[in-house]
């Protein structure tokens, strides 16, 4: 049986992957692809996603253009580690296949209503501009979701644009805030568990030897990798977004626990904070998974198979 997700995405090198992985994997059936503003501007968004559903030979995905901005907030994208498009790294013509005319937010929601109850899993790779203001349009559709798997976050590892945060809930903490109250369930795949999935060397050769979609996976793992070298010193970069398609096809690479996460909206300081009970020090009820370990090597395996095929 074949799983139904949405991918709300910002791409982003690591999102383009997380495409690409779940375009090569029978066990998920993408209804559709919704685009929201993130690591760069809407209309970049909109045609990175096009862009990579071409490279998977996958057009009649459809793609929608969502929310241009976050909540309450001017945008904040991330240029200096993705490059002025987004996919710097692999030079790709630019997309034939049209953009949708439905808003990225009419689709979550009339999905969501037309499908069964618990039939579609929604998997944000961005800021959850989109799946808020849906939400808060339609607010019976959070009891429709069979679960919200989102890459953002983080506890140990605190924060990649601020000192508290990172940047998918930085950019918009108010839908940040309302997603995590929605009551759906969610998983979180936070800083502390995408760390580990590092691009080494050996990795990144293995993509080149993947066929036509792995080099072009080789060139933007190479490209955006030197930020995080340069910035933590590692071995490689860390392939975040990927990890929410893995833990739908292979949960038991991943390991965490039920906690409550809150985000702090209000503090200058600690704006977009996930602030995560990972130890029940509160009396707060549990509202994720919290992803906090992985198997890298089960996930590298995983990932480079699957982009063989495409």
């Given amino acids: 049986m074949t799983q139904k997700i949405i991918i709300d995405t910002d791409p982003g090198q690591d999102d383009a992957v997380a ?3 779940a ?3 029978p066990e998920l059936d993408v209804l559709g692809i919704t685009a929201v503003a993130g690591n760069v501007p809407l209309d970049l968004t909109a045609r990175n996603a096009r862009v990579v559903c071409e490279l998977a030979g996958r057009p009649d995905v ?3 253009a969502g929310c241009d901005r976050p909540m309450a907030r001017d945008l904040v994208t991330a240029e200096h580690v993705h490059g002025k498009t987004g996919l710097d790294g692999t030079d790709l013509p630019d997309p034939a296949m049209p953009l949708q005319d439905r808003h990225a937010v009419d689709f979550i929601i009339d999905t969501l209503r037309t499908e069964a109850p618990g039939a579609v899993t929604l998997c944000p790779l961005g800021p959850l501009t989109n799946v808020a203001t849906a939400l808060s349009r ?7 979701i069979a679960r919200i ?5 983080a506890y140990f590892e605190v924060g990649n644009i601020t000192p508290a945060a990172e940047f998918n809930i930085y950019v918009d903490p108010e839908a940040a805030r309302d997603v995590f109250a929605c009551g759906a369930p969610i998983t979180v795949l936070p800083l502390d568990c995408t760390h580990k999935a590092l691009t080494t060397r050996a990795r990144n050769d293995a993509f080149r030897a993947a066929g036509r979609v792995g080099q072009a996976v080789a060139g933007w793992t190479g490209f955006f990798e030197r930020f995080d070298m340069e ?4 071995e490689g970069a860390p392939l975040h977004d990927p990890c929410v398609i893995a833990w739908l096809l292979r949960p038991d690479l991943f390991d965490g626990r039920e906690v409550n996460v809150e985000i702090e909206v209000d503090s200058p300081l600690t704006r977009g904070m996930t602030v995560a009970d990972w130890w029940g020090v509160t009396d707060r009820t549990p509202n994720a998974l919290f992803i906090g370990d992985m198997d890298a090597d089960g996930f590298f395996d995983l990932l480079t198979a699957r982009l063989t095929r495409l």
């Fill in 138 to 144: 339609a607010p019976d559709i959070a009891d429709r």
């Fill in 149 to 153: 798997v989102m890459m953002g976050g």
């Fill in 23 to 25: 375009l090569a994997s």
């Fill in 62 to 64: 459809p793609v929608f």
């Fill in 231 to 234: 910035k933590y010193g590692s």
């Fill in 19 to 21: 495409i690409l992985l």
